[in-house]
């Protein structure tokens, strides 16, 4: 942790120190709206995914506007929440091993807490820590809908995992969790909806074997950002996970959009300071790899479409000019991180600006809950 903070609440952004992560209030309040005008009137409900963002700030928000809950991807990024008070929290992953059960039926005394399975040996240990707690816990089974990650393939493993699940007391068998994580990020929407569409398909086939065998399938769960209203009208899906939509990287931005898609706003930057300028076409900043994620590629640069982000190293970033002078010492730039999840991680605090004054610093108090 920094000794020194980039900013305060009052102050003018121009005095933010660098590398700062910054979020434009304006643009984020924006994006949150637009999400829940997105569910509102639909059978479908938002459960935020808090991987984004690491911030019970940011969930209080999603919360108020009417988010379900809130998804979480580590048992210590959960408990973080349940700390600010989140009371709805689904773990999109695996769990295994005693410590984390233990502490998961911890959570589960304080919260609704949930969990996939994608094995028979997962529910086998969720349900000996849970009786040995006292604890209930919704579980939901992971299908593989194409993104060739965790997951029982769609029909007959899904079911035998379902009907174990159900016999599970005290779990609950919740529903099935079908994200196609994948298709978030292919380029074109005829694409994006071809692989929803297979999804879907998988989905509807899986819950419909389940049912048959007597079995009540809730939730169907899954979708992000890149693909959510595709779920939102399939008639099968009746919860999305989306959660880079409130600060949209570029990566995300990257995506060619159809008619149909809500556009998002970016609202997260890496806020940067040119340290040298050793060429006329070419300067350096102080952000680099431990700065921003180039995990999904290198940043963009807001509203400077003549400069290109070249490359990173630990504490550099090389900034190139295809159009006249590079960028003058002192001045200051703002990146658009390729990938926002893993650059939120790399900060302890967010500072929120409205027009040109800093109006909150917010914790990203989850900010390396990784175990």
């Known amino acids: 942790m920094s000794p020194w903070k980039a900013a305060q609440p009052g102050d003018p952004l121009s005095r933010v120190d660098t590398p700062a992560l910054v979020l434009d209030l304006d643009a984020f309040e924006r994006n949150l709206q637009r999400m829940a005008d997105a569910v509102r009137g639909s059978k479908v409900r938002l459960r935020a995914h808090a991987k984004s963002h690491k911030c019970p700030e940011i969930a209080r928000r999603q919360l108020a506007l009417g988010a379900t809950g809130i998804c979480c991807q580590k048992v210590s990024e959960a408990a973080v929440f349940v700390d600010a008070g989140v009371e709805d929290i689904l773990i999109t992953n695996q769990v295994v091993g005693d410590a984390k059960l233990v502490r998961l039926m911890a959570l589960a005394k304080r919260a609704r807490m949930g969990v996939l399975v994608d094995h028979p040996a997962q529910l086998h240990a969720l349900a000996s820590a849970a009786r040995a707690a006292q604890a209930a816990l919704d579980v939901y089974v992971e299908v593989d809908v194409g993104s060739g990650r965790c997951g029982v393939p769609p029909g007959l493993a899904a079911i035998r995992l379902a009907e174990l699940a159900a016999d599970s007391s005290p779990l609950?068998?919740?529903?099935?969790?079908?994200?196609?994580g994948r298709a978030q990020h292919l380029r074109t929407p005829a694409e994006?909806?071809?692989?929803?569409?297979?999804?879907?398909?998988?989905?509807?086939?899986?819950?419909?074997?389940?049912?048959?065998?007597?079995?009540?399938?809730?939730?169907?769960?899954?979708?992000?950002?890149?693909?959510?209203?595709?779920?939102?009208?399939?008639?099968?899906?009746?919860?999305?996970?989306?959660?880079?939509?409130?600060?949209?990287?570029?990566?995300?931005?990257?995506?060619?959009?159809?008619?149909?898609?809500?556009?998002?706003?970016?609202a997260l930057f890496v806020r940067s300071t040119v340290m040298s300028r050793p060429s006329a076409l070419r300067a350096v900043v102080d952000a680099g790899l431990k700065a921003s994620s180039v995990d999904s590629g290198m940043p963009g640069i807001w509203q400077r479409p003549e400069l290109r982000y070249l490359k990173a190293a630990d504490e550099h970033g090389l900034i190139g000019s295809e159009q006249g002078a590079a960028p003058a010492l002192g001045e200051t730039l703002m990146l658009i991180p390729g990938h926002c999840d893993p650059t939120v991680n790399l900060y302890d605090e967010l500072v929120c600006y409205r027009g040109e004054t800093v109006e909150a610093v917010w914790p990203i108090a989850a900010r390396g809950a990784l175990l």
């Open 192 to 266: 994006r909806a071809a692989a929803i569409t297979y999804a879907v398909v998988a989905a509807a086939e899986t819950r419909a074997a389940i049912e048959a065998r007597g079995i009540p399938v809730p939730i169907v769960t899954g979708a992000g950002t890149g693909t959510f209203m595709h779920e939102r009208d399939s008639g099968v899906f009746n919860e999305i996970q989306a959660g880079s939509y409130i600060f949209m990287d570029r990566d995300y931005a990257d995506n060619q959009r159809s008619s149909r898609d809500i556009v998002f706003e970016h």
């Open 172 to 180: 609950r068998f919740a529903g099935l969790h079908c994200y196609h």
